[in-house]
């Protein structure tokens, strides 16, 4: 399609890194080719952009070597799982679809229709999505795997700072002199932001860098301070942290009495967190702790970074509300190089929030919620007033037991992969099963959750549409398409808006083309923090990246790249508010039969489920397989030795790996990666052992920590049942239950 250039966005991580992509073939070039000696589209840094200056990491760099494998060209139908798909033409696919949403609305009712939509959708995409399930359908089920992932955080920024929106921008990275990364591998999972980063600290000796995980990753490695927590430990030190500022008097008194609420019972909590509690909690030593809390108290700029390890977790909102207490105890906010900063996972959970695209937010960061909030969005759409439901919709984990339940009857699945990617695999795939209708629309084929299925429909992906993204920092790359989408592939959001037209609703969905689209979805952000409504696809094409928030007549020269720098907060009081939460720990905490903490995550040059990086050949050796890391001590006592099979147990499943002993591990504590699902590994899911348990608050599931034992096998084969071993006998709990350590008031 295109001939010459194409500036773009990476579509994988949330860094958001400018792309150049140029066709295979140019006047006086030599064609450019992949491993196979196939013509490939060329990919190189886009040095004008913003966030990224022309620097890409692996998987961007590779992209294009997985445009046209296996990928899904036709839609294709079958009335059972247990029959083969047969290809079908749009015209039949559309009919079905929409007669089983008329079939579910009469005998279900609206909420008996779910859409689990991505981070890896377009704005366009989510926008039209939720005009047609919360508006058209009126019903909220409509969530996105940003469950999984920043769910957290959306919540935590709500319930601290008003609103959600990373208040933070990149450039903070180099501005900083005090990083406190918590929770997240940046170096593997952001390594663009990262070396912005690094090299930064690397210039400036003064500037501390502190990197808490259990894990001792690439990350870790350039540290000051490494804090080797015990997982599920993360309030603990933050209120350990925050005593200790306390103690010495390091409060900004005045950013806390003119600038938030809810001190007082802050204070009433931090002071159960003494550091010789907090140290032995956290399996750290007391002058570690008190050097984390030396560097906060004398940077003039602190700036935190978290991701998964904070926001995955039983008590995710807990913990992001716990790091921004940080913040705001020490005004460390609303100025440059300093403040909370969620890593966004995908290349556009962003464009997702904005677009309002969970089950509990409206468009222009809304919230179901509000009153106001739904009448606003029904005067928008034109539609009727009380059309959109009060309630929050389902959350992705509720749509799988609503499907046990039987309260779903139809399921449209759009780029996520659930079939690897749900907490408790077994009991996810036997939920999907059980299913009596899915639509499942992917840009790939097989993925795992084609398996379960009645209908696949195939999706334009990166490169083949035009839409929006906004990276972490705000900013909005558009991302045109420059080549001709396989077959007969169409954009996500053409498909719902179709859909839309043929449910009777054409006067929703006028739009002739994605442009027209993200002019309609800007208006709905007007006044609102994440206000936008001075982009357009030409302005963005015009003037290249831009950051949020951008009112109409927004002079570029004049964007303010940090939010809250009057330290006026959208509240009702304009105050930031503190959370006082106790740490509660783990879920499922180890016992004597589950003595192992399994935490999971992600490798460098892999992305999620493999459906792309799992077809690339210099990634696949990079990553051939997966593994289990275990700590030397722990791999002593159950006569673990390097590359031996080990079989990983929970409650809920098992999975195999070979051991990889390694010091990067803390005691107790094993790792696996996530990527490998049932097509690229027998026996390999790291999901095969997860559990469901949820914050409260944000939903999100503890996707990071479960109890799991292990068995080393014997090299010809498997156990049998008989063979389990009370793992009590050979190895000591790393963990000592709570009521052991201290009492709680
Ligand atoms: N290479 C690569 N990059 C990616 C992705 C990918 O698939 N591959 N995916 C993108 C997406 S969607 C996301 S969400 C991000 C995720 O980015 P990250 O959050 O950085 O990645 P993870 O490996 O999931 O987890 C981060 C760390 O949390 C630690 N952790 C586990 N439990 C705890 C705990 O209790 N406390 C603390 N403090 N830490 C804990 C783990 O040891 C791990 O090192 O990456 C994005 N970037
Ligand atoms: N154990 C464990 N589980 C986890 C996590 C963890 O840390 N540990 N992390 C969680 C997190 S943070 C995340 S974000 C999820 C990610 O999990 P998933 O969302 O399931 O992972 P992906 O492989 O990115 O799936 C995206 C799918 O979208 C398709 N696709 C790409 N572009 C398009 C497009 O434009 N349109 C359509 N329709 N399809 C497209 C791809 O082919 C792919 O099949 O995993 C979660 N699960
Ligand atoms: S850091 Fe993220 S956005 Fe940048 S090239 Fe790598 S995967 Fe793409
Ligand atoms: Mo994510």
């Given at each position: 399609m295109s001939t010459q250039p194409t500036k773009t966005l990476c579509p994988y991580c949330g860094v958001g890194c400018g792309l150049e992509v140029s066709p295979p073939a140019q006047p006086g070039k030599a064609t450019h080719r992949d491993s196979e000696g196939k013509p490939m589209w060329k990919v190189q840094g886009?040095?004008?952009?913003?966030?990224?200056?022309g620097m890409v990491c692996v998987k961007g760099a590779t992209i294009a070597e997985s445009l046209d494998k296996d990928r899904l060209k036709y839609p294709m139908i079958r009335a059972s799982l247990d029959e083969p798909f047969r290809r079908a033409t749009w015209e039949e696919a559309f009919t079905l679809i929409v007669d089983r949403i008329k079939t579910v609305q009469s005998t279900l009712g609206s909420d008996g229709i779910c859409m689990y939509g991505s981070g890896q959708f377009q704005t366009e995409d989510y926008y039209i999505a939720q005009k047609l399930m919360k508006g058209c359908l009126g019903t909220n089920n409509f969530d996105a795997n940003s469950r999984l992932c920043m769910s957290s955080a959306v919540a935590g920024y709500i319930q601290s700072l008003g609103s959600d929106g990373p208040p933070t921008c990149y450039d903070d990275l180099e501005q900083t002199d005090c990083a406190f990364l918590i929770g997240t591998n940046a170096a593997e999972c952001h390594p663009i932001a990262f070396n912005r980063l690094r090299k930064y600290h690397k210039k400036n000796k003064n500037v501390k860098l502190i990197v808490v995980d259990p894990r001792r990753t690439t990350t870790a490695e350039a540290a000051d301070l490494y804090l080797g927590i015990r997982p599920g430990t993360d309030i603990d030190l933050l209120n350990g942290i925050a005593y200790l500022l306390m103690e010495w008097g390091h409060l900004n008194s005045v950013f806390i009495d003119e600038c938030t609420s809810g001190f007082p019972q802050y204070a009433e909590v931090i002071r159960h967190y003494p550091p010789q509690i907090v140290a032995e909690r956290c399996g750290i030593r007391i002058d570690e702790l008190e050097t984390a809390a030396r560097y906060w108290s004398e940077s003039q700029r602190v700036l935190s970074l978290w991701s998964m390890?904070?926001?995955?977790?039983?008590e995710g909102t807990a913990k992001v509300r716990s790091l921004i207490n940080l913040h705001l105890m020490t005004a460390q906010i609303g100025k440059p190089g300093a403040g909370p900063f969620s890593l966004t996972g995908q290349p556009n959970a962003m464009g997702g929030r904005e677009a309002g695209g969970l089950a509990n937010l409206l468009p222009g960061y809304r919230l179901v919620k509000n009153p106001e909030h739904r009448r606003d969005i029904e005067q928008f759409w034109g539609l009727p007033e009380g059309r959109i439901a009060p309630e929050v919709g389902l959350t992705a984990w509720d749509m799988i037991t609503g499907l046990e339940t039987g309260i779903v009857g139809l399921l449209w699945v759009a780029a996520t992969n659930p079939a690897v990617s749900m907490p408790d695999i077994e009991r996810t795939k036997a939920a999907l099963r059980r299913s009596p209708f899915t639509v499942y629309q992917d840009a790939y084929y097989p993925t795992e959750t084609a398996a379960y299925a009645h209908v696949l429909l195939p999706a334009a992906q990166w490169g083949e549409k035009t839409g929006a993204m906004t990276n972490s920092e705000r900013v909005v790359t558009l991302c045109p398409a420059f080549r001709e989408p396989p077959g007969q592939a169409k954009p996500d959001w053409e498909i719902f808006a179709e859909v839309g037209c043929r449910l009777g609703f054409a006067e929703q969905f006028p739009f002739e083309n994605s442009a027209q689209v993200y002019a309609e979805f800007v208006q709905i952000t007007r006044d609102r923090v994440c206000d936008m409504t001075g982009l357009s696809h030409e302005r963005l094409a015009e003037q290249g990246p831009t950051q949020w928030p951008y009112p109409e007549g927004q002079p570029i020269a004049q964007i303010n790249k940090r939010l809250y720098t009057d330290w006026r907060f959208p509240t009702p009081d304009g105050r930031a508010r503190f959370g006082a939460h106790h740490a509660k720990g783990l879920a499922e905490p180890p016992d004597p039969n589950y003595p192992f903490v399994l935490t999971t995550g992600r490798l460098y040059g892999h992305w999620h489920t493999l459906t792309r990086t799992g077809r690339i050949d210099k990634i696949v050796k990079m990553h051939p397989n997966p593994f289990i890391e275990i700590h030397p001590r722990d791999a002593k006592k159950l006569d673990i030795v390097e590359g031996m099979r080990i079989e990983v147990r929970s409650r809920r499943g098992m999975a195999r790996f070979p051991a990889k002993v390694t010091q990067a591990i803390a005691p107790g504590t094993v790792f696996v990666p996530m990527h490998w699902g049932e097509l690229w590994g027998d026996k390999t899911e790291a999901n095969a052992l997860t559990h469901p348990e949820a914050c409260p608050s944000s939903l999100q599931p503890e996707l990071k920590a479960c109890a799991v034992q292990l068995i080393p096998l014997p090299e010809d084969g498997t156990l049998s049942e008989t063979e389990t071993i009370e793992q009590s006998d050979s190895i000591a709990i790393a963990f000592a239950p709570r009521s052991a350590i201290a009492t709680r008031s």
């Open positions: 886009d040095r004008t952009h913003p966030s990224s200056q390890g904070m926001n995955q977790s039983s």
